[in-house]
């Protein structure tokens, strides 16, 4: 379990070192990501690529917003309740793992919604590992470039850390947001021109009071305001605190959801 | 017009797009000259064809003009490939024999500056907004790779005038004839320049104003209705939008364009109060509505853009 946790960690350590930064001429795109990192992360284990019955993976094939796609992993009936591990792996992205969702036994997940840059052209895969070990993977295409250097949205700021929930009408979807630059490293900035450092969130857990609903080990990849938006079979337990946290301060950040009474159906 | 990313043709489709221009296209000889009509007094206008970005052609999309002073002549916006900024500057020089001293970008889109070095042998002063060249930095693959951008466009910006952060001069003199340049807040994106000729009221609205096509928000939803607030309160006689017809109806342009954005933020806000994701959200577009060109192309992209300034609010 801990030595679970620290490889996908190393590896995306040494992919950010070892990939030049994007949007140089004559770099090569870094085709060959996913089956560099399939034997750290997977070893020889069988990998099930096919049925549209267990899961899959939705993705604008020509994104509307480069540095904020949004990707949805379905869970079918099959898998509901059976989901322990979630990786999702941008293949030509500098830092290709985007997210480890490591989800709490029995949580029967419907859908997986998150929200990352995409630097150029590139499968989004998506790779779930059941509780008994079986491995299911799905991927998309999608057709976009300069996610990763897109300068910040327009949007105003706000407050570092700030965090929106926002539920679905039938109370079973809830959207997470924090308000937070995650800058890619790859970003400049458009008022002076200077390069804008490395400002992430790496992992945002949801809590059911001392039970981890959700653990996210996350980085570079998720867009500005990281967002995540889980759907289940079973309306959503509240309340739900939420922690991000922030590197490199490694300050912690914290909310609480709490369903309102008129909101949700039951 | 388009945005950084909204990635039509790739690297591939790119090269096949310029072979198919050399041979059966529209192949444009350095020394063709590009259509202009003179719209008022000394205010020349070459009007951009209404195709799609992924279209071939697509270097031909935006409105670019000139205005001639008794000294000299400022261009605006210089077209979408170094051949159209050739051909413009072909058709500065069957209008006027006054130098070229002011060339004007009114933002970062491929469309509207990948002419600039056509211009500079004239060794014009090149003006644009603040943030226009740490824009044109970040863009730079993009447009190299997907739009064929050539590297005189860089160097053009990276001319002392345009140094980021350097604000354009408020106005600049063309001898007896005097355009106001204003730099926007973040609207269609964060580097909006428009250009306004006193003599005549007429004004080059860049993208900031779309006609007929679809407007395409990279910047800021609620940047660009106050930047069209503001457009509204000026007395203007003649708009030259950065897509569409030029018109003498201000009023007109304005206010359908105000009504395609406003619908934007309700039909956001609304999927935003019921919880809508993003997904959710783009799969339940709008239908084309109001006439605009190129709905498919650009709604999407609008609808995405707004959710995610909108969501904080």
């Known amino acids: ?266 | 017009m388009t945005r950084a990313g909204a990635a039509p043709g790739r690297r591939l489709t790119c090269a096949v797009a310029v072979l198919l221009l050399g041979a059966a296209g529209r192949p444009l000889a350095a020394a063709e000259t590009l259509e202009v009509r003179e719209v008022a007094h000394g205010v020349f206008v070459h009007e951009g064809r209404p195709l799609s970005v992924n279209a071939q052609g697509r270097e031909d999309i935006a409105n670019l003009g000139f205005i001639v002073g008794s000294r000299c002549v400022a261009v605006i916006d210089t077209g979408g490939s170094a051949a159209i900024g050739a051909a413009l500057r072909e058709a500065v020089r069957a209008h006027t024999a006054k130098p070229v001293c002011f060339v004007i970008n009114t933002h970062v889109h491929f469309d509207h500056l990948l002419g600039n070095g056509a211009f500079l042998s004239d060794h014009p002063r090149f003006l644009g907004h603040p943030q226009l060249p740490a824009a044109l930095a970040r863009s730079r693959a993009l447009l190299v790779d997907t739009y064929g951008a050539q590297p005189q466009v860089f160097a053009s910006i990276a001319a002392p005038s345009t140094a980021p952060g350097t604000p354009p001069p408020a106005d600049i003199d063309l001898g007896g004839r005097r355009l106001k340049l204003t730099a926007w807040p973040t609207a269609h994106t964060d580097c909006d320049l428009t250009v306004f000729d006193a003599a005549t009221g007429t004004l080059f609205a860049g993208d900031l104003l779309f006609i007929g096509r679809t407007p395409a928000l990279e910047g800021s939803l609620n940047g660009w209705l106050g930047a069209l607030d503001d457009l509204g309160r000026e007395r203007v006689r003649r708009v030259i939008p950065g897509h569409g017809p030029p018109t003498t109806d201000f009023r007109q342009a304005l206010a359908a364009e105000r009504s395609y954005l406003q619908d934007l933020k309700a039909t956001v806000q609304a999927a935003l109060a019921a919880g809508q994701s993003l997904p959710e959200t783009l799969h339940q577009a709008r239908a084309p509505a109001g006439g605009w060109l190129l709905w498919e192309e650009n709604e999407p992209r609008n609808l995405a853009r707004a959710y995610e300034e909108l969501e904080w609010q």
């Open chain 1, 1 to 266: 379990m801990t030595h679970t946790r620290l490889v996908p960690g190393l590896v995306t350590a040494a992919v950010l070192l070892t990939l030049p930064p994007s949007g140089t001429a004559d770099e090569t795109p870094a085709v060959g990501a996913w089956q560099n990192m399939r034997p750290h992360l997977y070893g020889e284990r069988p990998i099930s690529e096919s049925g549209d019955e267990l899961m899959t993976i939705e993705a604008p094939a020509s994104t509307p917003d480069p540095a904020a796609t949004a990707v949805t992993v379905h869970f079918g009936e099959g898998l509901e309740g059976r989901v322990r591990q979630v990786r999702v792996i941008i293949d030509n992205n500098p830092s290709p793992l985007a997210a480890t969702f490591t989800l709490r036994p029995g949580l029967a997940l419907e859908a997986l919604d998150l929200r990352v840059r995409i630097d150029r052209y590139t499968s989004v895969r998506a790779i779930a590992e059941t509780t008994d070990g079986q491995l299911e993977m799905r991927s998309a295409w999608v057709n976009a470039a300069g996610g990763c250097s897109t300068p910040p949205s327009a949007a105003p700021p706000g407050t570092l850390g700030e965090v929106r929930f926002r539920p679905s009408a039938d109370g079973h979807a809830l959207q997470v947001s924090i308000r937070h630059p995650n800058n890619s490293g790859f970003q400049i900035d458009p008022r002076s021109g200077d390069p804008i450092p490395p400002h992430f969130i790496s992992r945002l857990r949801l809590l059911a009071g001392d039970e981890v609903l959700v653990d996210a080990e996350t980085g570079i990849s998720l867009s500005e305001n990281p967002t995540l938006r889980l759907r289940s079979r079973d309306p959503m337990p509240s309340p739900l605190k939420l922690e991000a946290t922030d590197i490199p301060s490694q300050q912690l950040f914290t909310a609480t959801w709490t369903a309102s009474p008129a909101a949700g159906t039951r």
